[in-house]
């Protein structure tokens, strides 16, 4: 399976999960009658599960070249079967993150580092930022 097609399917599924954790929320978990922390914390893995679909549909146009863009693809797949066990664990832990909802991020938060800095603009050595400019005067354009 390619790269591309795994962070299709990854984010596919967990934008699948999105609504269904919202319903989860309104009508088993009665969060809108909750207290204020698991009211939050419900509602804050809620949203960071669409933004971890959103990830993998976003990476599902492009093919990862290098080892560490892999990597970071690793990292990026994982998290959303990760942040759907914090969904359902957090809440009951108050402030007290799992380890599960913290390995989600910190995958999350890896992964975003080195896309950075392996995908960082470069600069071009080999053309002078003016030579297309020089070579429009000397054509006569």
Known sequence: ???????WIVGLLTLLMFPLTGQYMR??????????VP???????HLLLLVAGVANIALSNSQPFHRAQRVASILIM?????LIAAFFID???????STVFRLA???????????????RP???SDV???????AGISRGV
């Open 78 to 82: 994982i998290s959303p079967p990760l």
């Open 1 to 7: 399976m390619s790269w591309s097609r795994a962070h």
């Open 128 to 134: 002078r930022p003016d030579a297309r400019l020089d």
């Open 122 to 124: 470069r600069q071009q």
């Open 39 to 45: 009211r939050l914390i419900f509602r804050s893995r």
């Open 27 to 36: 009508h088993i978990a009665g969060v809108p009658h909750l207290d204020a």
């Open 105 to 119: 991020m910190y995958s999350l938060w890896i992964a975003g580092v080195i896309l950075a800095i392996v995908n």
């Open 91 to 97: 809440p009951g832990r108050g402030l007290h993150s």
